[in-house]
Every structure is written in C-alpha cells, then in structure tokens.
C-alpha cells in the first residue's frame, strides 16, 4: 500500500534562513514524487516533481526538493525562506504505471520577519 | 485560461437535503478526482475517473457518488448529507496515460468547495 508521511506538524523558520520540510514514503515499485503547496482560501498548486534522473529537483519559487531512494524520503528545501512561503505544503506519491496521487497529512510553514 | 472550475465555492446545507458539486476542467484532461480535506488528515481521495464512463472509488467514498458523461465535467453528488460530510472539497484533474514532455502527472486542482452540513 501507499503512504505518505510529513512528521512535522509545523515548522518555524526567520526570513533569510534556510527551510527544510521533511517528507517520506512507501511504495511498490517506483515513485513519482509531488509537493505542492496551498496558501489560505485557494486549491493547491504543483511545486515540483521527481520522476526519474537527478536526484535533486528544481522547482517553482527557489524550491527544490531531493530524492533519496535508501531512505524513501523527499525533503522539500529553500536556501533563503521568504515571509510569502508560508502556507501548506503537501507531499504527494504516485505509482509507477499508476494514476492514484496518495497526500500527506500536510506541513504548515511559518516564515517570521 | 488552463482551469479546474468549482461550484459553489460555500455551501452550507441541512442534514438530508441532496446537492451536487459542480466540477469542470477546460485543460482536456482524461483522470479527474474529487477529495476531501479535513484537519490532520491531509488530502483523502472520494472518487476518480479515468475516462468517460468510468468511475472507481477512492479511499472514504461512503455517502457520496460521481458521473463522468462528458470528459471536462465529473459532479459529486450528496444524495444525503450528514454533518460528517462537512469539510473542504477538491476537485483536480490530469492527463492519464504515460509521462511524457506534455504530460508530467501533476494534479491541476479547483479552488476548493467549503461544505458545512447541519
């Protein structure tokens, strides 16, 4: 079975700091690997995503996230976090050769001025 | 405009009366899902369709159905709402088939349907 989990509820970091927010998961086979992000009273938006290759990916927004197979995780990082990167931010799998997108319970980030 | 196009945005309703949420993409997209959002819970998959005609449950699809008879609009219907059934609502679509350069499988999402049942 798929699953998903973000282990924080929430992270706090100042504007300028580096962010991390973690992610892992557990798949058969392959995984397509999502973050998006919801800011409030809005749907979500595609981040980015890993499909094969590189383990580190760029995204939208300075965000890239990095693949690592032997510990089935897929943080999303930032170098410089900005007061408008906080919101929701949701990890998501997907299966090989399949078409159900599995979410994590979501991670709320604080960026304070 | 790419858009994934949800109404009502705000609904609130009384235990038993049906409604339907309204759902359409414009993007093309054969896969459409509808989720639902609740606190702690992330995001958990009602229904989804592949295709026109076809229609599978996801993992909470208790009280609620779904049609696909044309490809840009797939309706959740609440024949009988009960207050468990109040929560933030998704509608999201993309391209089936294999990956490809035009199609990376990300979900395309709608704003969101706050639905308050009492």
């Known amino acids: 079975a798929q699953s998903v989990a973000q282990p924080e509820d929430q992270v706090n970091v100042a504007e300028g700091n580096p962010l991390t927010v973690k992610c892992t998961y557990s798949?058969?086979?392959?995984?397509?690997l999502f973050w998006y992000v919801q800011y409030p009273n809005r749907g979500l938006q595609f981040l980015l995503k890993?499909?094969?290759?590189?383990?580190l990916v760029k995204g939208s927004y300075g965000f890239e996230a990095e693949f690592n197979k032997s510990q089935t995780s897929f943080h999303l990082k930032k170098p410089s976090a900005l007061v408008s990167d906080s919101a929701l931010y949701f990890c998501?799998?997907?299966?090989?050769?399949?078409?159900?997108?599995?979410f994590g319970a979501g991670t709320r980030l604080f960026v304070k001025a | 405009e790419a858009q994934v196009t949800q109404n009502p945005r705000y609904l609130i309703t009384v235990t038993g009366k049906k409604l339907t949420v309204t759902c359409s993409q414009n993007m093309n997209h054969e896969y459409m899902s509808w989720y639902r959002q609740d606190p702690g819970l992330g995001l958990r998959q009602i229904y989804y369709?592949?295709?026109?005609?076809?229609?599978d449950k996801g993992d909470v699809p208790e009280g609620y159905k779904v049609s696909r008879k044309e490809k840009r609009n797939f309706p959740l219907i609440l024949e009988s709402p009960s207050p468990n059934q109040t929560s933030l609502y998704f509608c999201?679509?993309?391209?089936?088939?294999?990956?490809?350069?035009?199609?990376?499988?990300?979900?395309?999402f709608g704003e969101g349907s706050r639905l308050t049942v009492l």
């Open positions: 999201a679509s993309s391209y089936g088939g294999q990956f490809s350069k035009g199609n990376t499988g990300e979900l395309f």
């Open positions: 798949v058969s086979g392959n995984p397509y």
């Open positions: 369709s592949m295709n026109v005609e076809v229609t």
């Open positions: 998501a799998v997907r299966r090989t050769g399949g078409f159900k997108t599995i």
């Open positions: 890993y499909i094969t290759g590189d383990n």
